[in-house]
């Protein structure tokens, strides 16, 4: 997949995500508040700010667009992982707003300063709806996600899981309230509150460690080692260090050869270490290869 296919993937997610969200921000929204029922309010608040991070995404990923330059020479790809930690940023602060509404809710409830029936049947149907949604939309989005290994796009991935049960969890409250226990309903609305809560930080530790060049460490050594090691002239692979820009990686490689090689051979050999692992490896976009002699002259080494 190329970069282009790759972008539009990506902007096909983010679209798709949108467009659902609005219309069940719009719709959860609407029947929280004609039916009473606090859960499915808060749920309706949840979309309604998904809706508009989800916009701040799909400008972020089109900045990310933009072609290297002298002072990003490795291009603007950084910009998706912060586009996940804003989305983070988001989730966590709706979570808290959404929180404490629904516990002065169950608390006025519980103490009898307002009395309240139970929620509306078509509340309870609003919430299976959206249940159902959020799991074809968490099931194509990771799909999505796994073909670009686009943090932001793994991010919505994380939000949709997260809506399903939210929303489990809006039902939940709203069937026991409509049973007679309304003080049921915003108490379900906290609980949507904390897994809205887990989902944000979650989102943002895997944001921050792309920002701090967390890489697949063993996983991605191993692979080095399988690919570099079978190549002939290669006496063994020293050291193997990487970092990330965005989804794509930066490999650096120390090899040991033959130390009776000439300049021009060395280069030959680091040069086919390059193609290499940049044709085996998947957004490897960068590799940098130093080359040791394998047997050094240790005569004229000084002993301390």
């Known amino acids: 997949m190329n970069q282009d296919q790759r972008h539009a993937l990506g902007c096909r997610a983010v679209n798709m995500g ?8 719009a719709v959860k ?3 929280g508040i004609l039916a009473h029922s606090s859960a499915l309010l808060a749920d309706g608040i949840n979309s309604t700010s998904d809706a508009a991070y989800y ?4 400008i972020f990923m089109a900045l990310s667009r933009k072609p290297p330059a002298p002072e990003h020479p490795y291009g ?3 910009l998706e992982s912060i586009a996940a930690l804003v989305v983070g940023s988001f989730v966590v602060t709706t979570a808290v707003a959404i929180f404490w509404g629904a516990i002065n809710s169950a608390f006025d409830l519980l103490t ?3 009395e309240q029936a139970g929620p509306g049947l078509i509340s309870l149907w609003v919430a299976g709806a959206t249940i159902v949604i959020k799991v074809v939309l968490t099931v194509m989005t990771r799909s999505m996600a796994i073909r670009t290994q686009n943090p932001a796009v793994m991010a919505l991935v994380y939000d949709h899981r997260n809506d399903v049960f939210a929303s489990l969890g809006a039902a939940v409250g709203i069937l026991f309230g409509r049973l007679g226990y309304p003080w049921a309903d915003p108490v379900a609305g906290a609980l949507v509150s904390l897994i809205v809560l887990r989902t944000g930080i979650q989102i943002l530790r895997d944001s921050s460690a792309s920002l701090m060049d967390a890489v697949p460490g063993t996983a991605l050594e191993e692979q080095v080692r399988s690919v570099v090691g079978g190549l002939p002239g290669i006496q063994s692979v020293e050291e193997i260090q990487a970092h990330r820009f965005g989804p794509y990686l930066v490999v650096n490689v120390t090899i040991a050869v033959d130390g009776t090689r000439t300049v021009t051979a060395a280069h030959e050999l680091a040069s086919a ?3 290499t692992l940049e044709e085996k490896i998947g957004f ?8 040791h002699p394998a047997e050094r002259d240790r005569r004229n080494e000084v002993k301390i």
């Open 284 to 291: 490897l976009r960068r590799v940098y290869v130093h080359v």
């Open 76 to 78: 603007h790809s950084q």
């Open 29 to 31: 929204t609407t029947v």
């Open 18 to 25: 949108l467009a659902w969200n609005i219309l069940l921000a």
């Open 55 to 58: 916009i701040v995404v799909r």
């Open 273 to 275: 270490v390059e193609r």
């Open 112 to 114: 009898a300063a307002t």
